[in-house]
């Protein structure tokens, strides 16, 4: 089984500055990989799929890369609203997994 | 708009049972393979279970199979799961979810509208 280990796990930052969450794989998932974000008291929300690709109504501010074991979600200018818990997510070994989240906050 | 609404979650002594359903509105659900994913209190989101779309397969997590059982309506657009020997560690919010890709069978495995939840709790 992939074990998905994102990091940090709680990061603290001022609006306007450059987000980078880090999610690493035990093993290769190819591209395999979206990301989510989880407001309090809400359902995770798909924001990234296939590493990269932004999922329908997303703001272009988020933004993935990586491939193989290494990933990043890049939010280009952090907003109030983007406190959240953010988790990733892989498809690409049975079965299918999550990580145990980045706490985003605002400072 | 997709809408997802769940139903049917509650308390439960350990062994017992319940079902869980999911309302579909919005878009082709016939077409769509759909799946519950479950999150215990303070932890990530966990698959549990899909089913593809088309219908033509099932899937479960080693630690439901056996014991759960996915199925659905699709003359009333709805999505069930049966639980049954329920466990303490089963206690969870349990969400509905949707695949993205039409016709997905078998299923993509990710999820990208989902329901506000339904929470279970397996407790004495």
């Known amino acids: 089984e992939i074990v998905l280990t994102q990091s940090p796990a709680t990061l603290s930052l001022s609006p306007g500055e450059r987000v980078a969450l880090s999610c690493r794989a035990s093993?290769?998932?190819?591209?395999?990989l979206a990301w989510y974000q989880q407001k309090p008291g809400q359902a995770p929300r798909l924001l990234i799929y296939d590493a990269s690709n932004r999922a329908t109504g997303i703001p272009a501010r988020f933004s993935g890369s990586g491939s193989g074991t290494d990933f990043t979600l890049t939010i280009s200018s952090l907003e109030p609203e983007d406190v959240a818990v953010y988790y990733c997510q892989q498809r690409s070994t049975w079965p299918p997994g999550f990580g145990q989240g980045t706490r985003l906050q605002i400072k | 708009e997709v809408q997802l609404l769940e139903s049917g979650g509650g308390l439960v002594q350990p062994g017992g049972s319940l079902r869980l359903s999911c309302v579909a509105s919005?878009?082709?659900?016939?077409?769509?393979?759909m799946s519950w994913v479950r999150q215990a209190p303070g932890k990530g989101p966990e698959w549990v279970s899909s089913f593809s779309g088309g219908g033509a397969g099932t899937y479960y997590a080693d630690s439901v199979k056996g014991r759960f059982t996915i199925s659905r309506d699709i003359s009333k657009n709805t999505l069930f799961l049966q639980m049954n020997s329920l466990r303490a560690e089963d206690t969870a919010v349990y969400y509905c979810?949707?695949?993205?890709?039409?016709?997905?069978?078998?299923?993509?495995?990710?999820?990208?509208?989902w329901g506000q939840g339904t929470l279970v709790t397996v407790s004495s």
């Open positions: 919005g878009f082709t659900f016939s077409s769509y393979a």
């Open positions: 093993q290769s998932v190819r591209t395999y």
């Open positions: 979810a949707k695949d993205p890709i039409l016709g997905a069978s078998p299923p993509t495995f990710y999820f990208d509208s």
